[in-house]
């Protein structure tokens, strides 16, 4: 097994989907993440897994349990399991970030272009117990 090796901070900034799965382990998961100005990832709760959060670019929101923590550049956030949250971009320009789920949350490799696109395919790609090596 190789692992993952990379430039994260690059990989974040340079990424233009909304979701793009990098790695995909047994246990944990790495994605990048960029919304748009006014976007949100959508409240959620993933009761069998924790999430951590790390904001390369842009000015955000991230709500646990009804509280709002504001977020920027270098910030991290972890959301524990059974916790309804949410990532929302207040600012102007891109809310670059990436996350990794504890265990996985989507299958292997996925891309979604758009928010849209991932509410339109969700359930079809969540994770299948694949990894990426």
Not at 29 to 45: A, F, R, Y
Not at 65 to 79: C, K, L, M, T
């Amino acid at each position: 097994m190789k692992g993952y090796c990379d430039n994260i901070e690059r990989r974040t900034v340079e990424n233009d989907n909304f979701r793009q799965v990098l790695y995909t382990g047994e246990h944990l998961q790495l994605v990048v993440m960029t919304l748009p100005p006014g976007c949100d990832i959508g409240e959620e709760v993933h009761d069998d897994r924790d999430q951590f959060f790390r904001f390369e670019e842009g000015k955000g929101v991230v709500d646990i349990d009804g509280v709002e923590n504001p977020v920027e550049d270098d910030f991290a956030v972890i959301v524990p399991a059974g916790a309804r949250h949410n990532v929302r971009n207040t600012g102007s320009e891109p809310l670059r970030l990436y996350t990794v789920y504890g265990p996985p949350e989507h299958m292997d490799g996925v891309v979604h272009a758009t928010k849209a696109d991932a509410e339109a395919r969700h359930h079809d790609e969540e994770w299948d117990g694949g990894t990426t090596e």
